[in-house]
């Protein structure tokens, strides 16, 4: 039996040529994660529902065969949630917190509330991939309005144009797994946008 919610990792491993391709079925026979062949394949996948699960495990050109094995691990419940809803809530100037990859389509979700009219830097870095910290910056009407692509070390600053509860989702390249550590800091602006906030100049000084 499985837990709900739980991530798992399925792992095959042959000596034989192009084994071990893997798809994972939910209980509607959808497929819900799969890798290709190789002399070691894993993919992850979260268990969202109940009922019976399958793993099918193929040679990817016909005329193959040979012996494989296989081991499916349960990870353990996501870290942090994938949506703005399950989310974790990040405090500016906080302490740095811990996030994991956990299989390769996971998506870890922060959120914080913003002031109006406030700039926001939220930084990612990772010591173990340079293919993880893809960043999605979002609003509360859940409109994208800054992004990064992966990296060891990446950064979404942006402006709040209202205030409200945004979000920025952490993901990796849809390949790599591993560990990160994000921060949310305000950025002070140098120089207003408006005749009332601007900063003032004297003529004849550079």
């Not at 709900?4 to 798809?23: E, G, K, Q, W």
């Amino acid at each position: 039996a499985h837990t709900i919610n739980s991530n798992y990792s399925v792992r095959c491993t042959t000596s034989a040529s192009y084994l071990c391709s893997i798809i994972v079925r939910d209980a509607s026979g959808a497929a819900v994660s799969s890798t290709s062949y190789g002399g070691t394949t894993s993919t992850s996948f979260v268990a969202t529902a109940a009922g019976v699960y399958t793993f099918e495990t193929s040679a990817s050109y016909t005329g193959y065969t040979g012996t494989y094995s296989m081991v499916v691990t349960n990870l353990g419940p996501d870290d942090h949630g994938g949506t703005a809803a399950t989310g974790t809530s990040v405090t500016a100037a906080a302490a740095a917190r811990a996030g994991e990859i956990q299989f390769t389509t996971d998506v870890d979700t922060f959120v914080f509330t913003a002031a109006a009219n406030t700039v926001y830097r939220f930084s990612c870095t990772s010591a173990v991939s340079y293919d993880l910290c893809r960043l999605s910056a979002k609003n509360s009407s859940g409109v994208v309005v800054s992004s990064a692509y992966e990296n060891s070390s990446t950064s979404v600053t942006f402006r709040a144009a209202t205030a409200g509860t945004y979000s920025v989702e952490v993901s990796g390249d849809g390949y790599s797994v591993g560990s990160y550590s994000v921060t949310l800091v305000v950025v002070p602006d140098d120089h207003g946008d408006t005749p009332g906030t601007a900063t003032g100049v004297t003529l004849g000084l550079s």
